[in-house]
């Protein structure tokens, strides 16, 4: 009797050992059907991969909320079959277009696999940016105030009216109809010419500071009246280092790679 239960103790020992390495290949059994690990593995994967191109981390939460989408996508694949999904011709049609959507999207992913965008290339890239921005030799930057009116023969009065000493912040307050500028007196900020109306910035320009237009500017808004209080030599704007924009431009300049190899597959390819 001993040897009974020490056979079946030992027998009982091998078998746990035996699973134990099944149990570990799967994440849970679901209605008897094991969920294999490698569904986890392949998700998680995926997710990383994403994580990477945007340059964001995998937030530490997900890893429960991938084992419980696994789970719940076993449960309904379950019920699919169990309803004889797979036999539908509606289900054959989209499983073919599934499969070209795979295919073209590991076609694309093994391309910038092999084509990425190296740290010298996101750096010219920055390099370029950076000198867009930069002003050009000898640009000034205007503080202006102006008034708007809708009639020439109100932007004369007001000019007539400020010859003899009217306060510009005071007219600007109850009779400019810009509303964005009109309550603060007419105050427009430091700007480049460039961002006015072409007719509003030729008279900005002719202007010295502490000077005022002597007659109304027109424009497709109505009549202005103008004064510069400051210039300045134009300064560019301050812009984020290189390497905390560097995953930002990586991507873009992995995009505009991408949209190329696919532009030049189409030209290669010979439609009928």
Same mark, same amino acid.
């Given at each position: 009797?001993?040897?009974?239960?020490?056979? #079946?103790?030992?027998?009982?020992? @091998?078998?746990?050992?035996?699973?134990?390495?099944?149990?570990? !290949?799967?994440?849970?059994?679901?209605?008897?059907?094991?969920?294999?690990?490698?569904?986890?593995?392949?998700? &998680?994967?995926? @997710?990383?991969?994403?994580?990477?191109?945007?340059?964001?981390?995998?937030?530490?939460?997900?890893?429960?909320?991938? *084992?419980? $989408?696994?789970?719940?996508?076993?449960?309904?694949?379950?019920?699919?079959?169990k !309803?004889?999904?797979?036999?539908?011709?509606n289900?054959?049609?989209?499983? &073919?277009? /599934?499969? !070209?959507?795979?295919?073209?999207?590991?076609?694309?992913?093994?391309?910038? +696999?092999?084509?990425?965008?190296?740290?010298?290339?996101?750096?010219?890239?920055?390099?370029?940016?950076?000198?867009? $921005?930069?002003?050009?030799?000898?640009?000034?930057?205007?503080?202006? *105030?102006?008034?708007?009116? &809708?009639?020439?023969?109100? /932007?004369?009065?007001?000019?007539?009216?400020?010859?003899?000493?009217?306060?510009?912040?005071?007219?600007?307050?109850?009779?400019?109809?810009?509303?964005?500028?009109?309550?603060?007196?007419?105050? %427009?900020?430091?700007?480049?010419? #460039?961002?006015?109306?072409?007719?509003?910035?030729?008279?900005?320009k002719?202007?010295?500071?502490?000077?005022?237009?002597?007659?109304? @500017?027109?424009?497709?808004?109505?009549?202005h009246?103008?004064?510069?209080?400051?210039? *300045?030599? /134009?300064?560019?704007?301050?812009?984020?280092?290189?390497?905390?924009?560097?995953?930002?431009? #990586?991507?873009?300049?992995?995009?505009q790679?991408?949209?190329?190899?696919?532009?030049? %597959? *189409?030209?290669?390819?010979?439609? +009928?």
């Open positions: 009797m001993k040897k009974q239960i020490l056979a #079946a103790t030992a027998a009982a020992f @091998v078998m746990g050992a035996l699973a134990l390495p099944a149990v570990a !290949q799967n994440i849970a059994i679901v209605n008897g059907k094991p969920v294999p690990k490698t569904r986890l593995v392949a998700l &998680e994967e995926q @997710v990383a991969e994403q994580a990477a191109r945007t340059g964001r981390p995998v937030p530490p939460e997900m890893a429960g909320q991938m *084992r419980e $989408q696994v789970i719940a996508m076993e449960i309904f694949m379950q019920e699919a079959q !309803q004889g999904i797979e036999g539908s011709e289900f054959r049609k989209k499983m &073919e277009m /599934a499969r !070209q959507s795979v295919m073209i999207n590991e076609l694309f992913n093994q391309y910038q +696999e092999k084509n990425p965008v190296s740290d010298a290339e996101a750096k010219a890239e920055y390099d370029r940016i950076v000198g867009a $921005q930069a002003p050009a030799a000898g640009a000034k930057e205007y503080k202006a *105030r102006h008034i708007l009116v &809708e009639k020439e023969d109100q /932007a004369k009065a007001i000019i007539a009216q400020l010859k003899k000493g009217g306060n510009f912040d005071d007219i600007a307050k109850k009779q400019s109809k810009d509303p964005g500028s009109g309550a603060n007196g007419g105050d %427009l900020g430091w700007a480049n010419p #460039a961002g006015y109306v072409p007719e509003f910035s030729d008279a900005l002719k202007l010295n500071k502490g000077q005022t237009t002597d007659a109304p @500017v027109k424009s497709q808004f109505g009549y009246v103008i004064r510069v209080d400051d210039i *300045r030599e /134009a300064k560019a704007p301050e812009l984020p280092k290189f390497d905390d924009v560097k995953p930002q431009i #990586a991507q873009q300049m992995q995009q790679k991408l949209m190329k190899y696919q532009e030049e %597959l *189409r030209a290669k390819a010979k439609v +009928e």
